[in-house]
């Protein structure tokens, strides 16, 4: 079988998962060649930017031990450079890949051959543009104090004219599907398509373009950024979940008749848990206290999730099997930390555990358990399984594999056990009339730089390894065409 | 669920609704605040903002202090924000209606400067902690706001005493219509 591929090695014990289907044939399906040209540039940008991603990172989480780090220049200032980090995790790397695998996602589940697909290239294309004179904006310039509406609004058009070009293709996808049947990943990608430029565009009209009325502006950015976080990026990964899991595990999923119910539960509440994040806040109580309900009624969605994933996963050892498929190692990996992520924001909504930890590193561990413990790692497994099918060639390294997910998977469980912990104690410190400049860790600073380093090393990794796979790939995907 | 119109338009109520429930219902509440006396006939708070703060306004934007400085106190009850004096009654509304954005911030990795102007106590100590932070702090030395004068010392430049004046003017220590300070 491996003998027809030039580029397939022998199949050694434990090697890493995610060859081509077809079994080495150097051949692409149909289906993924129509859309293997924007994918790979959506999935290659996200790299470059996960990578610049990192590397910042670094630099501001050492900043924050050694405040003199890098500090001749203003442009260096941790301000700016954590402004850009975020920005270029969320729209560089989390947004590009999702892009990629919503369209990847659609193509395979609705045998969808893509014509002109080269306008989803050309939305990645000016989305990638825009963030970079964004970025550039931020860096020269000046920013705007709202996480993820940081970037100058002039960019904000063409995200959206670029997004309208790459994503309008669920909805294509979804009318001329040749089967009738529909699968939950599509409701997923779907709404989670629909749901991201509607909402960026009216918080950009209500916080930037025409700005409301004082603290307004922060309940509008709350609306804003709890969508983007639960509906884009996580939406989008729970329908990469409720296509990976079944499939790599060849079962049916769990309670596969409530998803229906999950899936309109999630959708329905998220939009209201955003003011559970602005507790305390001269907001109206009755807007923080809608906040509340919402995010505890998150429990519905996340109890269906739950019988949905961890049912399959419980059943005929699909736990070890999962640990032993890579893309399913990640997947797994992610899960955990979706209900974690979910069973924290309900916990935490609590008005006396919220005063205990707000403004504290607590929050961002649990922004990152959502965004990177779980979007992350399901983009990963994801990219384990997509890319050899688009490229018609092996992962060159089993080792980088491991590389990767150990390292991955240890600086995201020590960052995030970090922060809780030591968000936790310097809230309780607080809460204890300790004068502020006391309750801070400088461990906490130190364990988070040496994360960084580790995220560092193994996003290198996961890099070589697939660049070293989409160059190696090209020719022969031509090789596969000609053949 | 196999109509993409159903599932369309269902996804857009979940996007209405909050969108009419929260914010549209927000708006009718806030959306016309303005300033107001704390006492009938009495001045107008939040007070106007000197012009040189507007523009240091600016440099905090640009600088990102946002990243690391909130400007909300909390009411009592909810976070120690008032034991740990960074203010003297919590922020209401109206204390941000002439703020072209608001900068309430997320994360306190430096302390709350809702109500600074309060309890910093001269432009030379504000300019010495932005010059030459206390050891321990987490705070890096913002240099290029400060130029050499002829004696040899470093005095703030034109952004260092826009952003000093900003700072000046952070203050909710006054009573509003919603909050009173306790005498």
Known sequence: ?483 | MNNLNLILAGVFFTVAAPFGGLLLGGYAQLGALGRAPAEEGGPLFPALEPGLAIQGRQVYLQLGCVACHTQQVRPAGQGSDIAQGWGARPSVARDYVLQPQVALGNRRVGPDLANYGARAKSDAEIAAHLSAPAAGSAMPAYAFLFSPAKDGSLQPNERGVALIAYLKSLRQDYSSPEAKLKQ
């Open chain 1, 1 to 483: 079988m491996s003998q027809e591929n030039p580029n397939s090695r022998p199949q050694g014990q434990g090697r890493p998962q995610g060859r081509p289907a077809g079994t080495g044939s150097p051949r692409i399906s149909r289906v993924d060649a129509s859309v293997a040209g924007p994918v790979k540039f959506f999935f290659a940008s996200a790299l470059l930017w996960l990578l610049v991603s990192s590397v910042l990172a670094v630099i501001t989480a050492v900043k924050l031990h050694l405040p003199g780090f890098l500090n001749g220049c203003e442009f260096f200032t941790f301000g700016r450079l954590d402004a850009i980090q975020r920005n270029v995790f969320f729209y560089g790397w989390a947004s590009n890949a999702l892009i990629g695998l919503n369209l990847w996602l659609l193509a395979s589940l609705g045998r969808f051959e893509f014509r002109n697909a080269w306008i989803a290239t050309l939305g990645g294309l000016i989305w990638n543009l825009a963030l970079t004179v964004g970025l550039a904006f931020v860096l020269l310039d000046s920013q705007n104090p709202f996480e993820l509406l940081e970037l100058p609004r002039g960019v904000a058009p063409a995200f959206f004219v670029a997004f309208l070009l790459a994503a309008l293709w669920p909805a294509v996808a979804f009318a001329r599907r040749p089967t009738s049947h529909v699968f939950v990943s599509q409701w997923y990608i779907l709404g989670a398509s629909f749901v991201l430029p509607v909402v960026y565009l009216l918080a950009q009209l209500m916080v930037l373009w025409c700005p409301t009325n004082g603290v307004l502006q922060a309940l509008v950015h709350g609306w804003f950024l709890q969508n983007f976080l639960y509906l884009w990026l996580g939406a989008s990964a729970l329908a990469a979940v409720y296509y990976f899991l079944p499939k790599e595990l060849g079962t049916t999923l769990t309670g596969y008749y409530l998803s229906t119910v999950g899936f309109w539960t999630l959708f329905l509440f998220v939009g209201w848990i955003g003011p559970a994040t602005l507790l305390g806040s001269p907001l109206p109580l009755w807007i923080q206290s809608t906040g509340i309900v919402a995010a505890v009624l998150l429990l519905i969605p996340l109890t269906i999730t739950s019988i949905n994933f961890f049912g399959t996963l419980s059943r005929d050892s699909g736990w070890s099997r999962a640990w032993n498929n890579t893309t399913l190692r990640f997947v797994a990996f992610g899960l955990v930390a979706y209900t974690l992520a979910t069973l924290l924001q309900v916990v935490f909504a609590a008005r006396s555990l919220n005063a205990l930890v707000r403004f504290t590193a607590f929050t961002a561990g649990q922004q990152q358990l959502l965004t990177y413990a779980f979007v992350s790692m399901v983009i990963f497994g994801a990219a384990y399984f997509i890319l050899p099918r688009l490229t018609g060639a092996f992962w060159p390294s089993a080792k980088l594999v491991h590389l990767h997910f150990w390292s991955c998977a240890l600086a995201v469980v020590g960052s995030v056990a970090g922060s809780l912990v030591f968000g936790w104690t310097q809230g309780a410190a607080l809460a204890a009339a300790k004068p502020f400049a006391d309750t801070a860790h400088p461990q906490a600073a130190l364990l988070g730089s040496a994360c960084a380093v580790l995220f560092l090393i193994g996003h290198l990794a996961f890099a070589v390894n697939a660049f070293g796979m989409l160059t190696s790939c090209s020719s022969s995907t031509d090789e596969g065409r000609q053949a």
